[in-house]
């Protein structure tokens, strides 16, 4: 069992940078499984950022060059970094544990003026 908590979210107006962490306990066998998504309200949940095999990251296109995802192995933690951000941007962001299929609570992160 993994249990992964979110924080960071909060509200920013456009053009402005948020920071999310994650922090995974319990049976973490790599934050390289560690993944984030974000559902907009009345939409689907979509993949936003991942580590894939040998460290590499990968991107929804409409975040990549603005968000950027990491991890801190010592602490279980993973991070996004999400920068110039739009109001489209606007959702719960959720960290996902592929290995284990486990899911955070989520984070609201508004952006608007």
């Known amino acids: 069992q993994v249990q992964l908590v979110e924080s960071g979210g909060g509200w920013v107006q456009p053009g402005g940078s948020l920071r999310l962490s994650c922090a995974a306990s319990?049976?973490?066998?790599?934050?390289?499984?560690m993944r984030w998504y974000r559902q907009a309200s009345g939409k689907q949940r979509e993949l936003v950022a991942r580590?894939?095999?040998?460290?590499?990251?990968n991107y929804a296109d409409s975040v990549k060059g603005r968000f950027t995802i990491s991890g801190d192995n010592a602490k279980n933690t993973v991070y996004l970094q999400m920068n110039a951000l739009k109001p489209e941007d606007t959702a719960i962001y959720y960290c996902?544990?592929?290995?284990?299929?486990?899911w955070g609570q989520g984070t609201q992160v508004t952006v608007s003026s």
């Open positions: 996902y544990d592929a290995y284990t299929a486990s």
């Open positions: 319990g049976n973490i066998i790599s934050i390289n499984t």
């Open positions: 580590f894939t095999s040998g460290g590499i990251t």
